[in-house]
């Protein structure tokens, strides 16, 4: 098995959104150590949205350039140690400042889709060129803020002229339409990889994209009532390293502790105790490759603990690899 640890570098988007060393580098040098350690790399899809506003205001803020040195020389780090760094994009960062104290948020147009053609293609081009000035590397490989990516024959002329060869956004069952989310992975391949064209739910054998879709586990209500109960009964252990709140989610919770959800697989707080059995699942169903989904922002002391466990147990029986590493 191919097994892609993967990370969404980014910020929290409620209020507070949090602060850079608590959301992003604290908890991102502690998964560095765990690499170290394990030998295993890791890709960061890195929020260029973020850094490029962190650009913007870094010359106006004397904290905002401080901020934007951290984040920088972190992933100049990351690229030096052979992690994958890679193109996560959060739109409404077009509508969004700081005002010398604290990022305001503005999560109106939260999807590409929420832009025009024009400012979908832009955005795609001047957020890839942005990236790739911080990394020195080609970026190739892409994940969707909030999994938003529908609908793709939108954004599929923009990945094209951006040399857009693989993504990494479907997780199978997964389906949100409330608040400002979108997306909609009910029906797609049962593989663990696929081609695709202007639809990244439908295989095309001929397509010029490569869909890596994030695993899935059906998580039951009780484990939820587990995770809810940790965080405040042993807050130290399962409290997220981040200080930042999300963006408002309508209906989840209730959903999550009555019904139990389908979700990505996590290695985020008590998600990573599922690693094994979704590893498992995947071998049942004949997969070749297993993508884990993490936010440094959501790490917690006993999850980094667990997650270095599940690297040590299958390092010698699966191969940990980064999107860099196929050369596609």
């Not at 052979?82 to 604290?102: A, M, N, S």
Request: charged fraction near 25%; hydrophobic fraction near 35%; aromatic fraction near 14%.
């Amino acid at each position: 098995m191919q097994i892609f640890l993967t990370y969404d570098y980014e910020l929290f988007f409620g209020n507070p959104t949090g602060t850079v060393d608590k959301c992003i580098i604290e908890p991102t040098n502690k998964i560095r150590e765990i690499a170290s350690r394990t030998g295993a790399k890791m890709v960061f899809f890195i929020d260029t949205g973020y850094l490029k506003k962190l650009i913007e205001f870094k010359d106006q803020f004397p904290n905002v350039a401080s901020e934007y040195q951290k984040v920088a020389q972190q992933i100049k780090d990351l690229v030096n140690e052979g992690h994958d760094c890679q193109l996560h994009i959060h739109p409404h960062w077009e509508d969004c400042v700081h005002d010398g104290k604290e990022w305001i948020m503005n999560t109106d147009r939260y999807k590409l889709s929420d832009f025009s053609d024009e400012d979908i293609e832009r955005i795609v081009l001047e957020y890839q060129a942005i990236l790739a000035n911080h990394t020195g590397k080609s970026v190739t490989t892409y994940r969707a803020g909030g999994w938003c990516l529908q609908p793709f024959s939108k954004i599929e002329k923009s990945f094209l002229k951006a040399g857009i060869k693989l993504d990494s956004t479907v997780f199978r069952g997964g389906k949100n339409t409330a608040g400002n989310y979108y997306y909609d992975f009910t029906n797609i391949p049962n593989k663990s990889t696929w081609k695709f064209s202007n639809d990244l739910t439908k295989e095309d054998e001929n397509g010029p994209f490569s869909e890596f879709p994030i695993s899935n586990y059906n998580y039951s209500p009780l484990f939820f009532w587990r995770l809810f109960i940790l965080g405040r009964l042993n807050a130290r252990n399962h409290k997220p390293i981040g200080d930042g709140y999300p963006m408002p989610s309508p209906g989840m919770r209730k959903k999550m502790l009555s019904k139990g959800m389908n979700l990505s697989a996590s290695v985020d707080g008590y998600f990573v105790t599922k690693l094994n059995k979704v590893l498992k699942q995947n071998q049942t169903k004949g997969f070749t490759e297993m993508v884990v989904i993490g936010h440094p922002k959501a790490a917690t002391l006993y999850s980094l603990k667990k997650l270095e466990r599940f690297i040590d147990q299958n390092k010698n029986k699966h191969q940990f690899i980064t999107f860099a590493d196929l050369n596609l």
